[in-house]
């Protein structure tokens, strides 16, 4: 209506215009509150990866374990292990392989229990054929009730693991926190142990 040059356009825009300002003045929309939980079960997950001694975390961020990635970083002072952020999964393997074999220390990397382990598979392979401890966190939304929109429902999966299985060493899918610790525990043993490899937990 604004572009028309007769008068009857003109006078519809005049018109318009009177209407507007006589309207009433709205309520501003609500805002949308912050999702918080004062102890969430990621902090209990970053105090056990501490106790293991990761110094790294390798990883493209991802929506299927942004609690555990959210807690490194404010929880944990994103320090010990400090979150290093890559641009593709199979970097992110990639460089845990290379930080593992020049400092002789073991690594974690974190990734989408899906198409990122997909993604990661190939250095995977690459870390298992070197034979270096990294420790892959998985994420996954194991409860089909909890998956919330079709993101979620494709970065999920009933045994994400399997990918890597035929070369990795170990792999667990944990089902509370204290089935997280125990399996954080082994999986860290196993890994460490001659002949090193990668293992994995499935979030």
């Known amino acids: 209506m604004l572009f028309r040059s007769s008068a009857s356009g003109q006078q519809q825009v005049a018109q318009n215009t009177q209407g507007a300002a006589a309207a009433p003045e709205r309520a501003p929309a609500a805002v949308n509150e912050a999702r918080t939980v004062d102890r969430p079960g990621s902090d209990f997950m970053v105090d056990v990866t501490k106790a293991l001694g990761f110094e790294y975390v390798f990883a493209m961020p991802g929506s299927s374990f942004a609690g555990f990635h959210e807690s ?41 229990g899906t198409v990122g382990l ?57 089902v509370s926190l204290q089935h997280f610790a125990e399996s954080a525990v082994r999986a860290y043993k196993v890994m460490m142990t001659p002949p090193m490899d990668p293992v994995a937990i499935t979030l």
């Open 118 to 174: 997909q993604h990661a598979s190939m250095a995977v392979y690459d870390a298992f054929s070197d034979h270096s401890p990294v420790y892959m966190v998985l994420g996954n939304t194991q409860d089909a009730t909890k998956r919330g929109g079709e993101v979620i429902w494709v970065h999920s999966a009933q045994d994400p693991a399997s990918i890597v299985r035929d070369f990795s060493k170990w792999d667990d899918q944990p």
């Open 72 to 112: 490194i970083l404010n929880y944990g002072g994103n320090k010990n292990p400090e979150y290093i952020t890559c641009m593709h999964e199979e970097s992110s393997v990639a460089m845990a392989n290379g930080y593992a074999k020049v400092e002789g220390k073991p690594v974690m990397i974190c990734a989408h």
